[in-house]
C-alpha cells in the first residue's frame, strides 16, 4: 500500500466514523465525510436534516464550511460513506450542490474518495466537467 493509499483509507475511516454522528430520522439515509486539507488537518460532517426538508444540511458541505469558518482555503481530498442506514458499508457520490462548493475552492485534480467495496479514488474535474466557477465572473 503506498503512502496516498494508506493516507485516503485513514481518512475513509474518519468520514465513516462521522456518518455515525449523522441526524437523519427522515430519510433514513446517514453520510459522513472527512476532508483533509493541503496542511493535513482533517475535518469531518455528517448529514444534518430539517423538519423543514430544506434546511438540511450534506455531510460533504458541513465538512468544507467547518473547515472553511477555521481559515483553511486549500484542501486535497474528501472521503464520502454513506447509505440506508441498515447498510453500514455503502458508498454515495456527492450531490450536485456539494460539487459546485468543492469547485468554489478545489481545482480539478482535488480528490473524491468512495466506498465502491474498495476505495474508489475519482477527481473533481472528472465528476464535475465544465464547471461554471470564479474564472467566469473575475477576469484578471
Ligand atoms: N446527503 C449527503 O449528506 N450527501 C450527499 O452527497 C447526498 C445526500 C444527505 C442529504 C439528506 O440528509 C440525505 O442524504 C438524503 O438525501
Known amino acids: 500500500m503506498n503512502e496516498n493509499n494508506k493516507l485516503y483509507h485513514e481518512l475513509m475511516k474518519a468520514a465513516i466514523d462521522a456518518r455515525g454522528r449523522s441526524y ?16 493535513g488537518r482533517i475535518f469531518t460532517g455528517a448529514n444534518i ?7 438540511t444540511v450534506c455531510a460533504e458541505r458541513i465538512a ?30 456527492p450531490c450536485g450542490v456539494c460539487r459546485q462548493v468543492m469547485s468554489e475552492f478545489c ?4 480528490k473524491i474518495i468512495l466506498l465502491d467495496g474498495g476505495l474508489t479514488v475519482l477527481t473533481l474535474g472528472e465528476l464535475l466537467p465544465m464547471r461554471f466557477d470564479r474564472s467566469n465572473l473575475i477576469k484578471k
Do not use: H, Q
Open 24 to 39: 437523519s430520522p427522515y430519510s433514513g439515509f446517514s453520510v459522513g465525510a472527512a476532508l483533509l486539507t493541503k496542511s
Open 107 to 110: 481545482d480539478g485534480n482535488f
Open 64 to 93: 468544507f464550511f467547518r473547515a472553511l469558518s477555521e481559515g483553511e482555503r486549500e484542501f486535497s481530498a474528501i472521503a464520502i460513506a454513506g447509505g440506508a442506514k441498515e447498510e453500514p458499508d455503502s458508498g454515495v457520490a
Open 49 to 55: 436534516e430539517n423538519s423543514g426538508y430544506t434546511a
